[in-house]
């Protein structure tokens, strides 16, 4: 009942990730895809005309979602669902989000090639703004489709130009008939690099990733006064970076008593008013823990919170710290993680099990279908880089670990 | 033979100071007069219908530089220079700049309404800009004309829009027939707003500026390496933000054991990508350190490398320091120092002397003609700033020294 002897195509997925990457291609060898652009849309229809070539009908939904069904046996049955995304960062690799999907539809081509018929319908899903480069928030698609994000709220989320999230769609033509809601389906499976070191590290081949991690996001805000460099003698100075330097270690230290599975980081900090010989009179940064546990980032950023404004007091400095958001632990389903195990046992593969540390479409999907997810190793951890890399053969690797688990949950006729 | 009877007419300043303000203020109450802009120009010309009322005539250099000349007895004897600069920051105060040149104009119309005949010419200057906000560098016109300042190569600086110095001296119709070069001047007094809080502190009218502080400028770019805020372990992350985080606490340290004489500021910092959930790749920051001795900045800059390099080898980041560009101190005439204390003195204004913390017109104008400055306290030192704030009482003490100072050096006929 397993793939048997049906062999992923080592070759042709990798020419058709590197087919892929010509769209939106950029000189340092990666791409940028932004959601709903030209090159999105140019990636959308290419994908569209494979999967219709693979036997696939494609239907959309009003989020822009795309579907591509491979008709099972028992029609009325909930299909076995895989894909990812094919947006990208604006310097974004070739592999975060393209592998998962293309990946999925060389399943797809294997099938068809061989024959294959399965009991349960098939369907590869490409979502619409994975990564939340354009609009500010990520998984939109999967979001509004898993009911883990409000379809109004999403639609007018707006981009740097003042564009939203809904006429983009529109703009874009992107937008289908069919209902961005969930169907009845019986399970959801997502190959992605895991845009991290640990199996490069560890020297395993795939990742059996038993849930994401907790997240909690803070946006601080450091008030001081801004004043002359040169006239304001130190005794006179409210600094808003000397206090907003000594906070970002703060996270750095709050981080590292974690050990290993800690994850505290200051990404985007602006100094106002940004000039060499102004004092900083404001400045603004992002805070934003993650861990396997939601317990342990609750206290994370209340000792964040308590740290900074003893920080603050000592520089007299004014801060304001607001809660943007918190992603609570997924857990994947145990049975489609077991899948996922024994796929990797069967074919060989050195395997561990790891907690997503990133946010993927697998995470909304989870609260909706039972899901689990496939990692596999990227050179250097590298992801979000124009210089994010693979090998084929981990490609392949992780695209026969998905056809085995997806094949063991639609059930091959015969 | 000094002022005598004559007396500052402290309304009248004050209500040219405010209606100067007019012209370009801002909802703060400030004013944003960039320099060569609409309003600037219209601020020019505002100053030259006033000159010429109070019986000047006006001539404008090759740099833009205004000089209003009242005849003197002896039209070949050196003029007195008086003077400061209109051009504000892009979110500037009513009184840097403005009170020193409309000082200078109130010392021009109590000599007209009394009728005082000095036996020097008497030249009010309005600099072209002073402040740097707009091409990059500051006191250009005072630059170019004391030859401070290679004129090529400051007609060749370029706005944010790409305009150079030398196309919007053009286009605003700014530029002179003058040669932009110094000429014999006896001295030349600036009056100005402290611009920190020092004398208000001591709670001194008047500051007694001894001369200007050395300054030392670098730039800094510190490179980790852009990775997954969720997926990159504690020991994989080569953050350059926790680096500059701990080289901008550095630069506080070096200040403080500098004591109250202390200066070294971080005021620009940018962080690459500027993403909450990417581990910043790149940092680049501004650092400047001054000091009335050159020594001292030369040690602080020395030190601050040496610990920035430090850090950048724990944290596994690279880093490049450049130095911008280094200014002498500038000790200022000290007969003319002398001149501002004595009339301080005479005029039984309580003050102390000062170094300069900022950098004005009069440091470059003091390479080649006798100079001296005259600061009045601002409210809590703050400049730079729209809610920058004097009284008018303050602002009349000021003119009123300047009034001595130049008629000393002019010599009052009869």
Redo the contacts between chains.
Sequence with gaps: MGAGNLRINEARLWDSLMEMAQIGTTPKGGVKRLALSAEDMAGRALFARWCEAAGCTVRVDAAGNMFARREGRDPSRPPVLMGSHLDSQ??GGRFDGALGVLAGLEVLRVLQEAGVETEAPIELVNWTDEEG?RFGR?MIGSGIWAGQLDAAEAKALRDAGGMTFGAALDAAGARGDAPARPFPADSYFELHI?????LE?AGRRIGIVTGA?A?L?LRATVIG????????????RR?A??G???M??AV?RI??EA?????G???????L????????GEVRF?V?F?NPSEAVVAAQAGRFRAEAEAIAAEERLELAIEERFRIPAQPFDPACVALVRDAAARLGLSAMEIV????HDAVHVAAVVPSAMIFVPCRD?????EAESIEPGEAADGAAVLLEAVLARAGRVG
């Design positions: 604006p310097t480069a990520a895991e845009q991290g070191p640990i590290r991690q997240q996001w006064r801004d004043s002359h460099a040169g006239t304001t003698p130190p005794s006179a600094d970076l000397a907003a330097a000594r970002v270690l750095q981080m590292r050990g290993e599975d800690g994850r980081t200051v990404g985007a900090l602006t100094v008013p940004g000039s060499p010989n102004v004092i900083p992002t934003e993650r997503s540390g990133a946010g951890g590298l992801s979000h880089n």
